[in-house]
C-alpha cells in the first residue's frame, strides 16, 4: 500500500484519516501543529503521541523532505539559492532573499515549466511534472531550518507556472496560512503567472488575499506571442479582461511584470502603448532588467530600464524597478533551472 503524504494533507483530511484509523479526532491537530509548527519529521520524535500510534503513522503516512543538494551564496547581497533534490530525484530551485523588513523566499511549484517563455532559463530544459504542496512547503520549511531565520514573504515566483498546477498551489497556499500550522498571512503571498486566464478567474473567486503579478512584458499582440507562447492560446485582451474581474473581486491592485528588453519590447511606443493598455486600471508595473540567460541573447541597456519608467511616468503609469538580487549566483528572476544541479562550478557565489 503507498503511503500518504501527510504534510500536504490539511487538517480537516488528516482528521479524517486518522479517524479512519480508529484514532480520536484531536490526534490530527497535535500531530499537524508537530508538522507545521515544530517542524519535527520523524514520528518516533512526537513525544506526546503514544509509541503504538507513532507505529499506526509510520505505516501508513509519509513525511515528504527535501535534500539540500547545493547551496549558493551571494557575495553581493546575502541572497541564497538552494538546489533540493526530491524524493524522486529530480532537482528545483529556491531563492532565500534578505530586505530590511526580514527575509523573503521565492519558490517553485513545478520541475521545469511547459510555456516556454524565450527569455526564461526555467523553460530551456523542459516539463517535468508538477510539485505536491508539501514540496513547495518543503522549500521554505527546509530553507528556515538550514539558515534559521523565518520567513516573512514568499512569492510563488521560481520554476514553474503556478496555476498550471493550480489546485496543488492553492492546497500549498491554505497550509501556508493555517492558523494551527504556519500562520503566514496571504497578505504577504504574490504569485505570479504568464497569464493562464481561465485559472486567473478561479483564483479570484476564492479571494484568498494574495498579490497577483501578471507577467505582461510586451503590450500588443504579436511581441508577446513571440516571446510568450501563452499568448498565442490567451491574448492581451482576454489577459486584462481576466486582471479586470481579478481586481473587481478581490479589491486588489494587480502587479504587471514588464521585463525590458533591448529592441524587443523597450521602445518609447512600447512605453506609450503599454499606459495606453493598463490606464485607469487599479495595477502596479514592476519593471525588470533582463537577467542574462546563457542560451540567449537578450539584455538591457543600463540607461534602458530607466529611461522606460520615465517614459511611463510622463505618461501617468508608476512603475518601480524591481531590484536584482543574487545576480552572481544566478538566482535573479528567470534565471531558475531543474537541471542546475548538472552543471557545477558555472556560478561566481561561493558554493557551501
Ligand atoms: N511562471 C510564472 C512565474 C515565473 S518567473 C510567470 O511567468 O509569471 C517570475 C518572473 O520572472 C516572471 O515575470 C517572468 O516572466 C520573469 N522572467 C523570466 N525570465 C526572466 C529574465 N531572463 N529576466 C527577467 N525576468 C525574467
Not at 334 to 345: P, T, V
Request: proline content about 2%; aromatic content about 6%.
Amino acid at each position: 500500500m503507498e503511503k500518504t503524504d501527510i504534510l500536504s494533507l490539511d487538517l480537516n483530511e488528516l482528521e479524517t484519516a486518522l479517524v479512519s484509523l480508529g484514532e480520536k479526532k484531536f490526534r490530527a491537530k497535535q500531530i499537524f501543529q508537530w508538522l507545521h509548527v515544530k517542524r519535527v519529521f520523524d514520528f518516533d520524535k512526537m513525544t506526546d503521541i503514544s509509541i503504538q500510534l507513532r507505529e499506526r503513522l509510520k505505516e501508513n503516512f509519509c513525511i515528504n523532505g527535501l535534500f539540500i543538494q547545493k547551496k549558493l551564496e551571494s557575495c553581493i547581497d546575502n541572497t541564497v539559492k538552494y538546489l533540493y533534490r526530491l524524493s524522486d530525484g529530480n532537482f528545483v530551485e529556491t531563492v532565500l532573499m534578505e530586505y530590511s523588513y526580514g527575509h523573503s523566499i521565492c519558490v517553485s511549484t513545478q520541475v521545469g515549466c511547459k510555456m516556454g517563455c524565450r527569455f526564461c532559463a526555467s523553460a530551456i530544459a523542459g516539463y517535468v511534472r508538477s510539485l505536491e504542496p508539501s514540496e513547495i512547503l518543503q522549500q521554505i520549511y527546509t530553507a528556515e531550518m538550514d539558515s534559521g531565520v523565518r520567513v516573512s514573504g514568499v512569492v510563488l515566483m521560481g520554476i514553474g507556472e503556478p496555476l498550471d498546477n493550480f489546485d496543488n498551489v492553492v492546497k500549498f497556499l491554505r497550509l501556508l496560512s493555517d492558523k494551527n500550522g504556519n500562520n503566514l498571512s496571504l497578505r504577504h503571498v504574490s504569485l505570479s503567472t504568464c497569464g493562464i486566464v481561465p485559472r486567473i478567474y478561479d483564483l479570484a473567486q476564492l479571494k484568498l488575499g494574495l498579490t497577483l503579478s501578471v507577467s505582461l512584458h510586451c503590450p500588443d499582440d504579436k511581441g508577446r506571442s513571440e516571446i510568450m507562447p501563452i499568448n498565442r492560446t490567451y491574448n492581451i485582451d482576454s489577459l486584462i479582461k481576466a486582471c479586470k474581474d481579478y481586481i473587481d473581486a478581490t479589491g486588489r491592485r494587480v502587479t504587471f511584470e514588464y521585463a525590458v528588453i533591448d529592441d524587443v519590447n523597450s521602445s518609447d511606443a512600447d512605453a506609450d502603448r503599454l499606459a495606453d493598455l493598463l490606464r485607469g486600471i487599479n495595477c502596479h508595473v514592476n519593471l525588470i532588467p533582463v537577467n542574462k540567460v546563457k542560451e540567449r541573447s537578450y539584455h538591457t541597456a543600463r540607461s534602458g530600464v530607466a529611461e522606460f519608467a520615465k517614459r511611463l511616468g510622463k505618461c501617468g503609469i508608476n512603475a518601480t524597478v524591481r531590484r536584482t538580487l543574487g545576480s552572481d549566483i544566478e538566482a535573479a528572476c528567470g534565471q531558475l533551472r531543474r537541471d542546475a544541479g548538472l552543471h557545477d562550478g558555472t556560478n561566481g557565489g561561493a558554493m557551501l
